[in-house]
């Protein structure tokens, strides 16, 4: 099915430093979210942005809509152990469907 | 509960047999959604409900998929003669917006293995 481009597809990360990812699409979205699954659970919401251009925080995670609307980032600053897990992104258009990402996973390096 | 509950959270069939996997919304979200997530990928639209109405099921893979949400609170995921390709986890979500597709809270998931 139609799929969101996410990058990277992985992180090796230490402790402490900055965490940056993005997703692309070829079509425009009305709606990003991110998302975080952690291993046997489900994806937990962890910021909706919702206008072109809008710069949103959530602790120390902000996330952007880019101004054509086919992209986002998020960020994440000064990693702890608990960050593991799956990031997806995620566009909504119109009726239904959210259309994901594949997920970039996260390793915080021992 | 406070969260979307899902039962059960693992279930193994062997080819062709029919299974059901159950989704206990949060309580008053009128929009329930279904996904399947195979292995290393994003969760994949199934189906859509708002209240008991299936508005949208273009995601069905096949025929043999199926669902049912008669009272407009729990729903049924249920698919007939299952082949291996349907081994994957099965997301219910749920939201209060009517519009429903975005700020969707998820079940733990249901890992449906076929042998």
């Known amino acids: 099915g139609q799929q969101l481009n996410q990058s990277p597809q992985s992180m090796f990360i230490q402790e402490g430093e900055d965490v940056s990812m993005n997703c692309t699409s070829s079509s425009i979205f009305n709606t990003w979210l991110w998302y975080k699954q952690d291993p046997g659970e489900g994806p937990v919401l962890l910021i909706a942005l919702y206008k072109a251009g809008e710069l949103t925080s959530n602790g120390r995670l902000t996330a952007q809509f880019g101004i054509t609307r086919k992209d986002s980032f998020l960020n994440i600053s000064a990693s702890i152990p608990s960050d593991v897990g799956i990031y997806f992104c995620a566009g909504w258009r119109s009726n239904y469907q959210l259309i994901w990402g594949a997920g970039t996973k996260l390793i915080i390096k021992p | 509960g406070a969260g979307v509950s899902q039962s059960p959270r693992y279930k193994v069939a062997k080819r062709g047999q029919d299974v059901a996997l159950r989704c206990d919304p949060i309580s008053g979200h009128v929009s329930l959604f279904w996904y399947q997530q195979a292995l290393g990928q994003g969760p994949e639209f199934l189906t859509y409900?708002?209240?008991?109405?299936?508005?949208?099921k273009s995601g069905l893979p096949s025929d043999r998929f199926f669902a049912e949400r008669p009272e407009g609170s729990v729903s049924t995921l249920k698919i007939q003669r299952t082949q291996q390709e349907d081994s994957a986890v099965y997301l219910c979500a749920s939201s209060f917006l009517w519009t429903g597709s975005y700020e969707q809270y998820f079940g733990p998931g249901t890992r449906l293995t076929v042998t």
């Open positions: 409900f708002q209240n008991e109405a299936q508005l949208d």
